[in-house]
Structure formats: structure tokens, C-alpha cells
């Protein structure tokens, strides 16, 4: 198994520019998160999914959309780039098998807005 | 919202323990966990606790969960050079969501 992979590993990215960041699993989980990390800030969820078909915002989910049509993919797009966007932005996936509900990440994509 | 609180930094000398310190805010969270990120890494999942457990052990890894305090422990007992990393606390909070804290940045220090 790939586990969680994300594509790219960094983008340069110019203010209005739009883009999509790819997010996928091979591991059949139910659950696919967005977050971004920002120094001192942690992990601030942006969007998720419970399944194909079905997402809801997160903290942070302005200026950002998400899909969800198949189990394994979950894009997030930027719809008009903005510096406040620069940032590292991790996917992550889970399920409820077994009872932990444990996340795997991604390796992140490093996202610079100038 | 409701918030997960950890401190920022902690050093400590290699051979030593560590204990990293977590506050929640949501007593409904029925699971808690740690997480490790390496520098230029994704987060790696140490060990979690079910909310009705006080303690859990894993290894070099203990867990304390006082529910009435609504705090989270994690030791790491003979921390070596490799533990250095930044560490996040968790929260499970509704069905696939979960709220993390801003991570505490361990050194440790020959």
C-alpha cells in the first residue's frame, strides 16, 4: 500500500493564480481531511469528508473547495491565491474499522503564494 | 471553539524523561492521541487513549488521561537523540473530525 500520497510536494504559486492539490488513498478509509500547518498554529482542519459524496467545512475553509466522487481521492482547490495561503497543507484519511479512528498522513504539500 | 492547549517548547537531556503536557476542552472526545512530526515530515501516530482508560502504556510511551482535569500526558521514558521532533496532541471530535493542538518542539540535548 501507498498509505496517503499528495501531489505536489511544492508549489510557487502568484496572488489570483488558482490550483488544485491532489490527496489520495489506497487504503479504503471512509474519513479524508485538509489541513494546513502554520508556525505556532498547529493543525487547522479546512475540510473533511465521512465518505464519497459528503463533506462539511472545517476551521478554516475560506478561499478553499473540496470534492469527494470517488473513496480514495479528495482534491482541494484554491480558487484565487492569496499569500495568507502560504502554507503547508497536509490530507490525511481514517476509518472507523477497529475503533481508533486513526489518521495517516500525507507528506505534505508546500504551498508559497507570492 | 473548543481547544486542544500544549506548551511550546521542552528540552531535556538525552537518557532522561520527557513529559509533554496537553488541555482539551471537550469532554465528549472519546479519543485522544499523540502524534510525532519529523522536520520536512508528515504527522505519524505515537499512541491514542480511549476516554474511559487512565493510563496506557506502549514501550518507552505512557499515557495519562485525567478526565476531570481534562488532561493529557505523554512520557517518554530514556528519551534518545531521535525523539527530537515536534509532538501533537489530538482530539477526536465528531465523526471524521478532529481538532490538534499547536504541537510542543522537543530538543534533546548530548
Known amino acids: 500500500n501507498a498509505g496517503v500520497t499528495q501531489t505536489p510536494k511544492f508549489q510557487v504559486l502568484k496572488t489570483g493564480q488558482s490550483m488544485t492539490l491532489q490527496c489520495a488513498q489506497d487504503m479504503n478509509h471512509e474519513y479524508m481531511s485538509w489541513y494546513r500547518q502554520d508556525p505556532g498554529m498547529g493543525l487547522r482542519l479546512i475540510h473533511y469528508?465521512?465518505?464519497?459524496?459528503?463533506?462539511d467545512q472545517g476551521e478554516v475553509p475560506n478561499g478553499y473547495n473540496v470534492s469527494r466522487s470517488t473513496t480514495e481521492d479528495f482534491p482541494l482547490r484554491l480558487l484565487s491565491a492569496a499569500p495568507s495561503q502560504t502554507s503547508v497543507y497536509f490530507c490525511a484519511s481514517s476509518n472507523s474499522r477497529g475503533g481508533s479512528y486513526e489518521q495517516y498522513f500525507g507528506p505534505g504539500t508546500r504551498l508559497t503564494v507570492t | 471553539g473548543e481547544d486542544v492547549e500544549q506548551s511550546l517548547f521542552l528540552s531535556v537531556r538525552e537518557g532522561d524523561s520527557s513529559v509533554i503536557n496537553c488541555t482539551y476542552t471537550d469532554s465528549s472526545s472519546t479519543y485522544l492521541y499523540w502524534y510525532k512530526q519529523e522536520p520536512g515530515a508528515g504527522l505519524q501516530l505515537l499512541t491514542y487513549i480511549f476516554s474511559n482508560m487512565d493510563m496506557k502504556q506502549d514501550q518507552r510511551l505512557t499515557v495519562l488521561l485525567n478526565k476531570k482535569d481534562k488532561h493529557l500526558s505523554l512520557r517518554i521514558a530514556d528519551t534518545q537523540t531521535g525523539d527530537s521532533a515536534i509532538y501533537f496532541c489530538a482530539q477526536k471530535r465528531s465523526w471524521g473530525k478532529f481538532q490538534f493542538g499547536a504541537g510542543t518542539q522537543v530538543v534533546v540535548t548530548p
Open positions: 469528508s465521512v465518505g464519497a459524496g459528503i463533506t
